[in-house]
Nanobody
């Protein structure tokens, strides 16, 4: 089983990034998927989640209206579109499956 994140980096406040998570080794389309993040000195927190059939999505209050989660069950991917980024969005972002798989994480830094 693998979850591989990509798309992170450095962006200025107000900018956008799109993270992607490619899954393999399990029946991706059968499970909910989510993105989490962990900032330095803080606990890991849920950012966004999506059901297996893409019919329901949930977001942390801190990212509502700015972040959007997408999944493509044909490609086994789940993306996180992040717009209007703020310095407080700086963190390592992790892809997660409903059955407990985690990616290694990818750094997102929002700074001028």
């Amino acid at each position: 089983v693998q979850l591989v994140e990509s798309g992170g980096g450095l962006v200025q406040p107000g900018g956008s990034l799109r993270l992607s998570c490619k899954a393999s080794g399990f029946m991706f389309s059968a499970y909910s998927m989510s993105w989490h993040r962990q900032a330095p000195g803080k606990e890991r927190e849920l950012v966004a989640s999506v059901l297996s059939d893409d019919r329901w999505k949930n977001y942390a209050d801190s990212v509502k209206g700015r972040f959007t989660i997408f999944r493509d069950n044909a490609k086994n991917t789940v993306d996180l579109q992040m717009d209007f980024l703020k310095p407080e969005d700086t963190a390592v972002y992790y892809c997660n499956s409903q059955i407990g798989h985690w990616g290694r994480g990818i750094q997102v830094t929002v700074s001028s």
